[in-house]
């Protein structure tokens, strides 16, 4: 029977959706505990407290920037905003939540803020702003597209993926496989943030 097992043992996993293993509701953490000195911003890790710096010229004031915690090794984003107002009413620094990339597409369906932005019908913006992914070891990023491609191919039990490059192409194997595309770990750090108005209107008018 072996050489049956051999023929038809191997199928591809079939995508299952229990969410058993997943809290009901998947934050972020944040902070806003951020100074300027000496043209280089200051704030709290929002997942170990430690104190992260980025210089002001590294951040974009419309994408912001990803900056790695050297204590935790966690990532977080850092709002364009920051560049001019370093204490932007309502915006936060947001932390990141590391998940196995087994695991990934059920944060993407669960994320409250996932969520909302495709039960509205936007979550487009997301190739663009308010997702972003790394590997655990090697900080390899994932484009966002990927990533949505990944979670709707696991939902759906497979997938026909037109990726647009060859690492896109390379990335998205990886991710059906469990790992990453650069060095097989099997974890991702994510961090989702909301979707400033002047990032909406930036992309409204790229889009145009
Ligand atoms: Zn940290
Ligand atoms: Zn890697």
Not at 8 to 13: A, M, R
Not at 88 to 110: H, Q, W
Not at 162 to 167: E, F, G, L
Request: net charge positive; glycine share 6%; hydrophobic share 40%.
């Amino acid at each position: 029977m072996d050489f049956l097992n051999n023929l038809f043992g191997k199928k591809h996993p079939v995508a299952t959706t229990s969410n058993k293993e997943i809290p009901a509701v998947i934050f972020n953490p944040i902070t806003s505990e951020a100074v300027v000195k000496a043209g280089t911003l200051l704030f709290k890790c929002p997942t170990c407290s430690n104190k992260v710096s980025v210089t002001m010229r590294q951040i974009d004031p419309i994408i912001g920037v990803s900056v790695v915690c050297t204590r935790c090794k966690n990532i977080s984003h850092v709002p364009g905003i920051y560049k001019t107002e370093p204490k932007p009413a309502g915006m936060s620094i947001t932390g990141s939540i590391r998940v196995p990339i087994t695991k990934f597409p059920n944060l993407y369906f669960e994320h409250p803020l996932i969520q909302s932005l495709i039960k509205s019908g936007q979550s487009d913006l997301l190739f663009d702003y308010g997702l972003w992914a790394f590997c655990g070891a090697c900080y390899h990023q994932f484009p966002a597209r990927v990533l949505w491609a990944f979670s709707i191919a696991d939902r759906a039990g497979g997938f026909v993926f037109n990726a647009q490059t060859p690492d896109s192409a390379r990335d998205m194997n990886a991710l059906r496989d469990g790992h990453c595309s650069h060095c097989q770990h099997q974890n991702l750090i994510v961090v989702v943030t909301e979707i400033p108005d002047y990032v909406r209107n930036v992309i409204a008018s790229k889009s145009k």
